[in-house]
């Protein structure tokens, strides 16, 4: 019978990853997801599954590093399933000019989103 001191010994010993990973500033960060999602918006016409891998890959690096998105590309995720939209090809963007709201769908999981818009009154002097 072994003794415990040669019982462990036989498990590998975990390397640490010091010095192995590269440490990015956010506004490095921000500008890698915002080229994945301008790559995203410029292939969606093309190859439509690439280009919802690259918008999936900037927003798992959002998400892991907590940056904010830009709002501009914050409402181009559909908040039901997650899908990059892109007007015209997996959404609808309809305006209610009474209801003052942009009214998203979303066509692969029918789920609706809507974003309300003002019109900005100028002070009068």
């Known amino acids: 019978m072994q003794s415990p001191k040669h019982k462990n010994s036989s498990r590998r010993k975990r390397k640490s990853r010091k010095g192995k990973s590269l ?3 956010s506004e ?3 500008d890698k997801v915002i080229g994945l999602l301008e ?3 410029r292939l969606i016409q093309e190859d439509y599954e690439l280009a919802q891998e690259y918008a999936k890959r900037a927003q798992r690096i959002q998400m892991r590093t907590r940056i904010k998105f830009p709002s501009q590309w914050k409402k181009r995720f559909c908040k039901h399933c997650k899908i990059f939209l892109y007007p015209g090809i997996n959404c609808q963007v309809r305006l209610s000019s009474t209801n003052k709201i942009v009214a998203i769908k979303c066509s692969e999981c ?3 989103t809507r974003i ?3 019109r900005r009154t100028e002070e009068k002097k």
Do not use: I, Q, W
């Open 23 to 25: 440490a990015l500033s």
């Open 28 to 30: 490095e960060v921000k």
């Open 39 to 41: 790559e995203a918006n």
């Open 110 to 112: 029918n789920g609706y």
């Open 116 to 118: 309300p818009y003002y």
